[in-house]
């Protein structure tokens, strides 16, 4: 699924702990619940709170990863009711994240 920028950050995740990976929808409402100011747009801080949720142990590369990825006009937010989460979700998927 897409690029897979695990080999610029290491692995993600440790296989010993992790059991199933997150699907779409979960994600799609993990990085809706990191809107913590209920604007639709995920900012910088809030995105990289979720990737912290999602097990990232370098959150701030993985936001920019992220942004970079899934940030299309540019505007440094990900709007949650546009192609930007589907995209996001894409990428965050691509990392191999599993449910705990
Ligand atoms: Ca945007």
Redesign the pocket.
């Known amino acids: 699924m897409g690029f897979n920028y695990q080999l610029a950050c290491g692995a993600e995740v440790n296989t010993k702990e992790a059991q199933v990976v997150w699907t779409d929808d979960q994600l799609r409402k993990v990085f809706r619940s990191y809107d913590s100011n209920n604007d639709g ?1 995920l900012s910088w801080d809030e995105l990289r709170a979720a990737f912290k949720y999602l097990g990232s142990h370098c959150s701030y590369f993985r936001t920019g990863r992220a942004l970079s990825y899934a ?9 949650l009711s546009n192609v ?1 989460l589907s995209d996001l979700v894409s990428y965050a998927h691509s990392c191999g994240y599993k449910v705990f």
């Open positions: 747009q940030d299309e006009n540019k505007d440094g937010l990900i709007n930007e």
